[in-house]
């Protein structure tokens, strides 16, 4: 598609988060145009289609946060969105594993948060936990989550990219974002003038920030995440979790039962040299390198949020027998299996340059012309419907006010 087109609003980035974007805002202004560009040619290519597929219950995330307001919520809408459109999900719940005495002090805060957030989440001993999983560690307990599933992200990206298609939302695939060019985005396959731009880049949404003058403090350094698949699967039947260190955003290794019943172990958290590092020279670019670097050496060398000791930990994930051990302190049994490597997502973690640490909530950035987001990694993908509602009503509040 060459020459100008318009568009009352243009979302930047098909994923998850951008496909419901779009939807809201077709159905808040009906008469306008929305159009959504993604430099890829295919739907879901990156977090959106790579992510866990686990539908988060909520209880990790502190009260006061958009994550815990969100959270609940889009469980609640997406479990429904998959019945109703007769999507694959697995409500199969998830145990979170005391495995040590040091794990209590842990399940007593995800407790306290639980009920701060207005989400099940029952204490369990560990005689009770052998019951709901009889293959579980839970030597000093646990605590059990009914409502975490888990579902196909390709297919329910699938299912947003109808949605939008048959609201009258145009959905440009293979159109990559260049340069705003005063009211006009130059793309890859011409100009769009615009009213209103969204930007839901995920990994770029950084450096598309930075054109409109916005992001100043922040850059995102990606993390890869991949797991191992059982290739058969194991007797387990719910998703085990470890007592995750709440002072970072990573819930460790863990196990996942997939929704068509296949067993993965994972995620690893490994600093990526450049954004699109899904393995090998893949996606590489030497400007993309020379950035990552220059985000990530200052933070190693003033030991911010413990990023050595994350990074050193994290390299070693690699070899499949360290993840493998890390699992079996959740159960045993997956010793028992052989294992194949899945494919890798990475995760576009936020930084906040100038405090040196990670950015836990979402993030928002926007004006009269712009929204940015920032950050929205998990549990975006569970609370990609919610979450653009809110982006939805913050665009709208802002135009009402200009």
Not at 141 to 153: A, D, F, H, K, R
Not at 169 to 179: F, H, K, M, P, T
Not at 230 to 256: C, M, Q, S, W
């Amino acid at each position: 598609m060459a020459g100008t087109q318009s568009a009352d609003f243009l979302i930047i980035g098909a994923g998850c988060v951008g496909l419901r974007i779009a939807i809201e805002l077709k159905k808040m202004y009906s008469d306008c145009r929305v159009v959504v560009i993604d430099k890829e040619s295919e739907l879901a290519a990156h977090a959106s289609g790579r992510n866990s597929g686990v539908i988060h219950a909520g209880f990790y995330y502190p009260g006061d946060t958009l994550k815990a307001k969100l959270c609940a919520e889009g469980n609640r809408e997406l479990t429904q969105y998959c019945r109703e459109r007769k999507l694959k999900i697995n409500q199969c719940g998830k145990l979170v594993a005391a495995v040590k005495e040091a794990d209590i002090e842990g399940l007593r805060v995800l407790q306290q948060r639980a009920e701060q957030n207005g989400v099940a989440l029952s204490p369990v001993d560990p005689e009770y936990a052998r019951k709901i999983e009889p293959n579980a560690n839970c030597r000093f307990g646990g605590l059990y989550s009914p409502t975490t599933s888990t579902v196909v992200p390709a297919e329910v990206m699938a299912a947003y990219f109808d949605e939008a298609n048959a609201l009258g939302v145009d959905i440009n695939l293979g159109e990559a974002y260049v340069r705003k060019d005063a009211d006009e985005i130059k793309t890859s396959q011409g100009s769009i003038s615009c009213g209103y731009v969204v930007n839901a880049a995920g990994l770029h949404a950084d450096s598309i920030a930075k054109s409109f003058g916005s992001a100043k403090d922040y850059a995102i350094l990606p993390f890869r995440g991949v797991y191992l698949y059982a290739e058969k699967p194991l007797p387990i039947r719910t998703n085990i979790y470890p007592v995750p260190d709440l002072r970072n955003p990573f819930l460790g290794v863990h196990i996942t039962i997939a929704a068509d019943g296949r067993t993965k172990l994972g995620p690893t958290a490994i600093p990526c040299l450049w954004r699109e590092h899904y393995g090998g020279g893949q996606g590489f670019r030497m400007a993309e390198l020379l950035k990552i670097s220059g985000i990530a050496l200052p933070l190693l060398i003033s030991g911010a949020f413990n990023l050595r000791s994350l990074a050193y930990r994290e390299s070693r994930k690699q070899f499949k027998r360290v993840l493998v051990r890390e699992a079996t302190h959740l159960a045993p049994i997956v010793e028992q299996a052989s294992y194949s490597w899945g494919r890798p997502g990475i995760r576009a973690q936020l930084v906040d340059r100038k405090a040196k640490s990670l950015v836990m909530d979402f993030k928002l950035e926007g004006d009269g012309s712009s929204m940015h987001v920032l950050n929205a990694v998990s549990p975006a993908f569970t609370c990609a419907i919610p979450f653009a509602r809110h982006v939805a009503d913050e665009i709208d509040s802002r135009l009402q006010r200009g």
